[in-house]
């Protein structure tokens, strides 16, 4: 079966720099996405890497190690607005279920100022 | 660009009920997923309906069932609701089956008693 682990929360200052770590065990990986939601609303999707290296999109990088099974979002100079849960998922193909796509249980980030 | 709409927000609902839920996809996207997402936890997969067929599916029971129209809206059913039931339903699209970025709706929320 699929499985992630991610760290359930994080504290930082505004300023700081935050990395949320992903170890996932799945069959047929195809990528990891990492998406944030504040509290009260819906997921928002952030970034996506199927290979290995690093992507950065803003603040935000992700980066993958596929032979790792390991990946993380790294969030710089943190605002406030910040604060949210972050997730990682992955697609893998789940036999005769068809594809299927597993969300980590999120890490909550609390940014102080 | 109209986003992904869902309707109701809230509702409640007791033990034994039947309950429907709809969403309305990003304009141009042909696939959407449905998930359920318990308080503090990540969202779990239900299932994916592309061009109105079922393109995957999570680890639910049949008592969940869905539909995708020909204007790609879809509808998440649950019967014989149960306690562990309670939780908010989110809805994602993305065009032509991609998996990896997903735009969701802001949930309905759906309380069991």
């Known amino acids: 079966g699929q499985s992630l682990e991610q760290p359930s929360e994080v504290t930082a200052v505004e300023g700081a720099i935050v990395q949320i770590n992903c170890t996932y065990q799945t069959s047929g990986f195809y990528g990891l996405s990492w998406y944030q939601q504040h509290d009260g609303g819906a997921p928002t999707f952030l970034s996506y890497?199927?290979?290995?290296g690093l992507e950065e999109t803003g603040r935000f990088s992700s980066f993958l190690s596929r032979s790792d099974s390991y990946g993380y979002l790294l969030l710089q100079e943190l605002q406030m607005k910040d604060s949210a849960s972050y997730f990682c998922a992955v697609r893998d193909h789940g036999g005769a279920a068809g594809n299927k796509l597993t969300f980590g249980g999120g890490t909550r980030v609390l940014v102080k100022p | 660009e109209t986003g992904v709409t869902q309707s109701p927000t809230h509702l409640i609902k007791t033990r034994g009920q039947q309950v429907t839920l709809r969403c309305s996809s990003q304009?141009?996207?042909?696939?959407v997923s449905w998930y359920q997402q318990a308080l503090g936890q990540g969202p779990q997969f239900i299932f994916q309906y592309y061009r109105e067929e079922e393109n995957g599916r999570g680890n639910f029971p049949p008592r969940f069932s869905g539909l995708q129209f020909p204007n790609y809206s879809s509808e998440l059913n649950v019967n014989a609701l149960e306690l562990d039931d309670s939780a908010l339903y989110l809805c994602?699209?993305?065009?032509?089956?991609?998996?990896?970025?997903?735009?969701f709706g802001p949930g309905t929320r759906l309380t069991v008693l």
């Open positions: 304009s141009g996207h042909n696939t």
């Open positions: 994602a699209s993305s065009p032509n089956r991609d998996w990896n970025t997903q735009y």
């Open positions: 890497n199927a290979l290995d």
